[in-house]
């Protein structure tokens, strides 16, 4: 038994769905009977972006989740605003998976922040972004050019973790996308660095692939400031394709003389 659910933290299963097990093979193929009459339906009932921000049963519809986000978080002031928002915020069914959110490390008042794509296991359980094997190698490609927690910030996209590290879906990357904007609104970064693709996608609204759009600066305009993003790729993307880190090591290059380090 510990082998096989090591197995599964292995294959990224680690989060139970019931409280007790259910064994589908003993189930009955038969179907429930079903009542002569349905009971007639209940009249439907609006779900205002409002209500996300409270206790809501039924999944809301995927334009009032991002309406709702819109909505939320234009109105913080402060990054602390920011978080205890998303901790409330329920449009986004991923926090009832994760173990806890993720919402930044580092120094907002940096002048440069790094945006990834999701937490994984390792963040999931630290609640900071960053923290596992892909995070230490961006630690060490962040020394090679000077910078540090003490001088950049670091976020991703979507402050929840999905279940078993899958891709966020575009729906889920879209209601979380008004939050990190704001999240970079509220920082004092001038310059953006998306890591990888999706992020890349996302933030600069394109849909070139990271071999494209790498390497690349785009104008970000965050609320009343004029960012500089840069597209490069993402420390798991190296881990796996180590021949890349000479290109990504350029686009640090070229982020180091923009930082006039
Ligand atoms: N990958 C990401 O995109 N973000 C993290 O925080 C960790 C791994």
Known sequence: MRELLAFYQEAGVDAAIGETPVNRLAEEVATPPQPERPPPAAAPRMITARDLGTNLNAPPSPDAAVMAAREAAGTAATLDDLRAMLDRFEGCALRTTATQLV???GNPQARVMFVGEAPGYEEDKS???FVGRSGHLLDRMMAAIGLDETNAYIANIVPWRPPGN???TPQE???CLPFIKRQIELSRAEILVCLGGPSAQTLLNTRDGITKSRGRWYPFPAGSRDL???ATF????LLRSPLQKRLAWRDFLALKKALGQ
């Open 127 to 129: 609640g900071l972004p």
């Open 173 to 175: 990357s879209a209601t």
């Open 103 to 105: 919402f930044g490390r």
């Open 166 to 168: 899958r891709t966020p």
């Open 234 to 237: 993402h420390p798991a993307f």
């Open 228 to 230: 500089r993003a840069l």
